[in-house]
C-alpha cells in the first residue's frame, strides 16, 4: 500500500537550484515567462466558478492549498488578489526561500515542507493548484487521491502538466534542455508526462469532474505564452469535486 508521493530524485533536482527561484534569467527563466498566463487563467476561473466580484483582491475568503510551491512563483500572486494561501513543497530549500522572499515583500503565507498525504491539517481547501508538479511526484495515482481528500465539495482543482507526445519529447526536452538551454538538462523525463484523457480518468476516480481542458503555447515572436487549443505539448484541466 502507498503512503509517500515524493520522489527524492524529483526533489534533490529541485533543491540543488532552489536559490535561482525569483532570478527572471536563471534556471526558472521559462516559469517566470509561463507566469503571466498562469496566473490570468486561475484568477479568471476562479472568480467564474465562485462568482466573485472583479476588483484588486477579487479573491478574498478564498481558501488556496498549492502543492509542490517551490519558491512560490504562484503562492505570491495569489496571496496579493486576496487568497488565503497554504503552500507546500517536499524540498525544505525550496520553502525556506519562499518563506523568506514572502517575507520580505510583507506576504501572509502558510508554507510548510509536506506533501499531500504528510499535511497535518484539518481544514479543506476551495482551490487546489497542482501547476507543473504531477510529472515529478512518485506515483500519480496516489498523488491525485490524497490531493482530491483535501479539496472541498465543488472545489477546484488545476493541474498543469506535459502531455506525453512525440511533440512534447522534441519541445520539452530536445529543444528546451538540449538545444535553447532554457531547463537544466534532466529537469524532465518523458516516461511521466501525463496524457490528458490519463489524467481526466484519474480525475474521476477520485470525484474530480473535467470542466475545462486548455493548451498552452509559446509565441516565440512576441516571447509570450497563450491559450491555445494545441494541448499536445503544456496543457491545464479545470476539474470540480463532485
Known amino acids: 500500500m502507498k503512503s509517500n508521493s515524493i520522489n527524492k ?6 533543491s ?7 532570478s527572471p534569467n536563471g534556471k526558472f527563466k521559462p516559469l ?3 507566469n503571466p498566463i498562469r496566473i490570468q487563467y486561475l484568477k479568471e476561473n476562479i472568480i467564474e466558478h465562485f462568482k466573485l466580484k472583479h476588483s484588486n483582491r477579487p479573491l478574498k475568503k478564498i481558501n488556496i492549498l498549492d502543492i509542490g510551491c517551490g519558491g512560490g512563483l504562484l503562492s505570491e500572486p495569489m496571496s496579493r488578489l486576496g487568497a488565503n494561501v497554504t503552500a507546500i513543497d517536499a524540498s525544505k530549500k525550496n520553502i525556506e526561500v519562499a518563506k523568506l522572499h514572502a517575507k ?4 501572509k503565507i502558510n508554507y510548510l515542507c509536506s506533501s ?3 499535511l497535518n491539517i484539518k481544514k479543506k481547501f476551495d482551490v487546489i493548484l497542482n501547476m507543473e508538479i504531477i510529472e515529478h511526484v512518485d506515483d500519480i495515482n496516489f498523488f491525485i487521491k ?3 481528500n483535501l479539496l472541498k465539495k465543488n472545489g477546484l482543482m488545476f493541474v498543469a502538466t506535459l502531455n506525453k507526445t512525440f511533440k512534447s519529447y522534441v519541445f520539452a526536452i530536445i529543444g528546451a534542455e538540449y538545444i535553447l538551454k532554457w531547463l537544466p538538462i534532466g529537469t524532465h523525463d518523458w516516461e511521466k508526462f501525463v496524457k490528458p484523457d490519463e489524467l481526466v480518468n484519474l480525475g ?8 475545462k481542458l486548455n493548451g498552452m503555447k509559446f509565441n516565440p515572436i ?3 505564452w497563450h491559450l491555445s487549443d494545441d494541448k499536445s505539448v503544456n496543457y491545464i484541466g479545470k476539474f470540480k469535486k463532485i
Do not use: Y
Not at 530524485?9 to 529541485?14: G, L, N, P, S, T
Not at 520580505?104 to 506576504?107: E, F, G, P, S
Not at 474521476?204 to 470542466?211: H, V
Open 9 to 14: 530524485r524529483e526533489i534533490e533536482k529541485f
Open 104 to 107: 520580505k515583500n510583507n506576504l
Open 146 to 148: 490524497k490531493s482530491s
Open 32 to 34: 517566470h515567462k509561463f
Open 116 to 118: 499531500p498525504e504528510k
Open 16 to 22: 540543488k537550484i532552489a536559490t535561482e527561484w525569483w
Open 204 to 211: 474521476k476516480k477520485f470525484n474530480l469532474k473535467l470542466k
Open 222 to 224: 512576441i516571447d509570450k
